[in-house]
């Protein structure tokens, strides 16, 4: 019984919403939200990562002004995503949006976890952002579906290593774990760590097919309803 390990943006939820809805929603929020919430413990914890990073940063406006530059360049940063996974879960509780999940992707978790296998979520936004991405997307509540979530605090996501702290988490052998995701570069550090690969090349997303060499190697799908786990 296989256990499944995957990526959301671009594999379970499209490129765009996060690019197009979720980025935009952080980086006009964060001021505000700094505002009023800077001295709470966790979010001053963070703000000081950003400002000891940046060169010991002493006001929060240029945090801020830092933060918004770093979601503009689609930065991957530990205290970027743990600060835009607060801001997102106001969204959320206010219904600004709703977090999209291709129905492909819902049918198939809600049959592998029926079927037995256990999930788990890679991403490098925070914990709880993907928390709150799957507790409110447009096929309702995910979360049950997950056994374990994992973000870049295990590491980045091109590197072999963090594969392998995953799968010391969740104690399974590394050729019992697929990980699915649209990142080629991350499928080479899963596929060096010992883990089985799935690529998702969704025309939504990759409107230019990946073929050839382009996969690295890698089995490519266009659809959650073209894997079977159990045969990867």
Known sequence: MKTILTDIEGTTSSISFVKDVLFPYARRALPAFVAAQGDEPEVRRWLDVVAAESGGLCQDDMIVETLQGWIDQDRKHTALKALQGMVWSHGYASADFRAHIYPDAAQALR??????????????????????FFGHSDAGDLRPLVSQWFDTEVGGKREADSYRRIIAAIDRPADEVVFLSDVVEE???????GLHTVLLDRREDYPQPRHGEATHGHRRVESFADIEPDRT
């Open 111 to 132: 049959a592998w976890h029926e079927a037995g296998h256990a999930i788990h979520v890679y991403s490098s936004g925070s914990v709880p952002a993907q928390q709150l």
């Open 187 to 193: 499928l080479d550090a899963a596929r060096e760590a």
